[in-house]
């Protein structure tokens, strides 16, 4: 899997608060994971885990953990296993398994793009907040695995024989509807909700929204002139011809 050079965050100087967390990752290289439950889409992280197998595949597995098993044996068993009602009984503990993972995981969201006119409307203040840049160092992000999102139509599957763990949580909050397609998004999932600190040589570049404000300008390169790091600086400008954004450097 091709991971990309820089991933982008944007962000809203809107709010007291908005301001505050914007201006945090620039001043303290803090960077904030949070609940699935804070996310706009009440669907993501949200999916129902069906479980499914079948005779043949069953069977084998018993016999590999059975060994001293007769083949009628095996067939009962494996007749027992496949109910209906075991299955669902399953399914129900698999999906209370994930969703106490799931819960207690933090999760950063970033995307491959940085002139989506959609995301800068939605997470940045309709164009008035800022888009800040990453520089992923050995196919890495802050030292952790990147997640590509996978956008689909139906809900990832999962086999009776597969475990309710850590990596199928993983699979889980980087699966969402095909809806959110245009985001192109990658993910962060850590073992805990909250800030966290990540080296200051990843932060690579700030796009300044088209619309922003004098006031929040200020603030940004203020920010910007009191850290150690060097740091690309960027204007967004509408385009003249067409529905988009050009990404100008600022010297």
Excluded at 18 to 47: G, M, Q
Excluded at 142 to 147: H, I, M, R, T, Y
Excluded at 151 to 178: G, L, Q
Excluded at 216 to 229: F, G, H, I, P, Q
Aim: charged content about 30%; overall charge positive; proline content about 2%.
């Amino acid at each position: 899997m091709h991971i990309p050079k820089y991933l982008y965050k944007y962000r809203s100087m809107h709010t007291k608060k908005d301001r505050e967390h914007t201006l945090r990752i620039l001043t303290h290289n803090e960077i904030y994971f949070a609940k699935c439950t804070e996310f706009n889409d009440p669907f993501d992280c949200n999916l129902h885990i069906s479980c499914e197998g079948d005779f043949t595949t069953h069977k084998e597995k018993l016999r590999k953990l059975n060994p001293d098993f007769s083949e009628a044996k095996l067939d009962i068993q494996t007749q027992k296993d496949l109910q209906q009602e075991n299955i669902k009984k399953r399914e129900r503990k698999v999906n209370n398994d994930i969703q106490r993972i799931t819960e207690n995981a933090g999760i950063f969201s970033m995307s491959v793009k940085r002139d989506n006119l959609l995301m800068w409307s939605h997470y940045a203040d309709y164009h008035r907040g800022i888009c800040i840049e990453f520089k992923t160092t050995n196919s890495k992000l802050f030292g952790c695995d990147l997640l590509k999102v996978d956008y689909v139509v139906n809900h990832p599957r999962f086999t009776i024989y597969d475990e309710a763990d850590f990596e199928f949580v993983k699979k889980r909050v980087s699966t969402k509807s095909k809806d959110w397609e245009y985001e192109e998004e990658w993910r962060i999932i850590f073992r805990e909700t909250g800030c966290q600190y990540f080296p200051s040589e990843e932060l690579n570049g700030v796009i300044l929204g088209a619309y922003i404000s004098k006031r929040s300008k200020a603030m940004v390169l203020k920010c910007l002139s009191e850290t150690n790091c060097t740091v690309k600086l960027y204007e967004a400008h509408k385009c003249k011809n067409r529905f988009g954004l050009d990404i100008i450097p600022i010297k």
